[in-house]
C-alpha cells in the first residue's frame, strides 16, 4: 500500500503539548505502515503567523526524533493553486457582503465550532449596494442527501454531519483576502498525495467540509484519524490563547512519553529514544487494534 501520511502545524506558536500529540500520532501511524511523514507549514493565515515559529516547530520536531521527509510545503506560497480551485468550484462558489456582526445578529444559531450559522443572505446574489467581502461555497439544502457527510474515522468510528445545519454556506476566502484553511487543505493534501490524514479530534467538525470540497474537485478523500485533543483544566483546546507552553526539551523522552501516555500507550520503560521508537510503534499498533474493535 503506498501511504502518505503528514503533519500540518500552523505556525502560530511553539510546538506544545497538544500538538505534540498530533504530531506523534501521524508520525507513527506513518512509520508503522512503511509510509512517508511530510510536512507543511500552515502558514495561510499570515495575519496570525507568528515569525520564527515554524522554524521553532521544524527544530523541536528534529530534536525529538521527528524528521520529516522531502521539502516542506509552505501554504504563503501557494495561493495560485487555492485560487485556481476557487475557479473550477464555479458555481458553487458566491460572493458574500455580509459582516460577522450581520451573521451573528441573524441569530441563525452557532455552528459546531462556535462561529455562527451562515443566514444564506447572500447566496442568490449581493443586496443592492452592498460589495463583495468574502466568497463563499454554496452548500446544499439540509434533507438533501448531498449535504449529509458520512465517513468512518480510524479512531472514532462512524462520523456524519448534515453541512448545511451544521454549518451552512462555509467561506473559502476571507474578507481579509486570505484563504481558508478548508480550501488550502483540501488542495495541499490533494496535491501532496496525501492518502492517510491523522490530526487533532478539534478538527473532525472540518473534516466533512473538506470531504464535501474533495467531492466537488473531484479529489480522492484520504483515509482520515482523529486522535482526542488535549484539553487544559478548564476543557478547553491548548494552544498559545488557552496558556500552552513550549515543550521543555532539556530531556527529550519525557515529553514523547507524556505524549504516549496521552494516546493509551505504555512508553515508559523505554530508557532511550531508540526503546522509545520501538516500543511506541508497538504500542500504536495495538492501540489501533483496540479502537477498531470499539474500545
Ligand atoms: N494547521 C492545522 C492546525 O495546526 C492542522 C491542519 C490539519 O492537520 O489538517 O491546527
Given at each position: 500500500m503506498t501511504y502518505?501520511?503528514?503533519?500540518?502545524?500552523?505556525?502560530?506558536?511553539?510546538?506544545?503539548?497538544?500538538?505534540?500529540?498530533?504530531a506523534l500520532a501521524s508520525f507513527l501511524d506513518a512509520r508503522v505502515h512503511g509510509g512517508r511523514w511530510l510536512l507543511r507549514i500552515e502558514d495561510v493565515d499570515e495575519a496570525r503567523t507568528v515569525p520564527g515559529s515554524a522554524q521553532d516547530i521544524m527544530q523541536t520536531l528534529q530534536l525529538l526524533g521527528m524528521q520529516w521527509d522531502g521539502e516542506v510545503v509552505w501554504q504563503s506560497q501557494r495561493k495560485a493553486l487555492?485560487?485556481?480551485?476557487?475557479?473550477?468550484?464555479?458555481?458553487?462558489?458566491?460572493?458574500?457582503?455580509?459582516?460577522?456582526?450581520?451573521?451573528?445578529?441573524?441569530?441563525?444559531?452557532?455552528?459546531?465550532d462556535g462561529a455562527p450559522i451562515y443566514p444564506g443572505t447572500c447566496r442568490h446574489g449581493l443586496p443592492a449596494g452592498r460589495a463583495?467581502?468574502?466568497?463563499?461555497?454554496?452548500?446544499?439544502?439540509?434533507?438533501?442527501?448531498?449535504?449529509?457527510?458520512?465517513?468512518?474515522?480510524r479512531w472514532v468510528g462512524e462520523v456524519s454531519q448534515d453541512l448545511s445545519t451544521?454549518?451552512?454556506?462555509?467561506?473559502?476566502?476571507?474578507?481579509?483576502?486570505?484563504?481558508?484553511?478548508?480550501?488550502?487543505?483540501?488542495?495541499?493534501?490533494?496535491?501532496?498525495?496525501?492518502?492517510?490524514?491523522?490530526?487533532?479530534?478539534?478538527?473532525?467538525?472540518s473534516t466533512p467540509r473538506q470531504i464535501f470540497l474533495?467531492?466537488?474537485?473531484?479529489?480522492?478523500t484520504p483515509s482520515y484519524l482523529h486522535v482526542p485533543a488535549v484539553t487544559n483544566a478548564r476543557g478547553e483546546k491548548l494552544s498559545k490563547q488557552t496558556g500552552a507552553v513550549a515543550i521543555d526539551l532539556g530531556d527529550t523522552l519525557q515529553p514523547l512519553q507524556r505524549a504516549a501516555a496521552f494516546l493509551g500507550m505504555a512508553t515508559d520503560e523505554a530508557a532511550s529514544a531508540a526503546q522509545f521508537w520501538r516500543l511506541a510503534a508497538q504500542e500504536w499498533e495495538r492501540r489501533?487494534?483496540?479502537?477498531?474493535?470499539?474500545?
Open positions: 502518505i501520511g503528514r503533519f500540518a502545524p500552523s505556525p502560530t506558536g511553539v510546538l506544545h503539548a497538544g500538538s505534540l500529540v498530533a487555492y485560487q485556481q480551485a476557487c475557479e473550477r468550484l464555479g458555481d458553487h462558489v458566491f460572493a458574500c457582503a455580509c459582516s460577522r456582526r450581520e451573521i451573528a445578529d441573524s441569530h441563525t444559531g452557532l455552528a459546531s463583495p467581502r468574502a466568497l463563499r461555497l454554496r452548500v446544499p439544502p439540509t434533507g438533501d442527501p448531498a449535504a449529509c457527510i458520512r465517513f468512518h474515522d451544521a454549518v451552512g454556506d462555509f467561506v473559502l476566502r476571507r474578507a481579509d483576502g486570505y484563504w481558508s484553511y478548508q480550501l488550502a487543505v483540501v488542495v495541499d493534501d490533494a496535491a501532496q498525495g496525501v492518502t492517510h490524514v491523522v490530526r487533532g479530534a478539534d478538527l473532525l467538525d474533495q467531492q466537488l474537485l473531484g479529489l480522492t489501533l487494534r483496540q479502537r477498531e474493535q470499539g474500545q
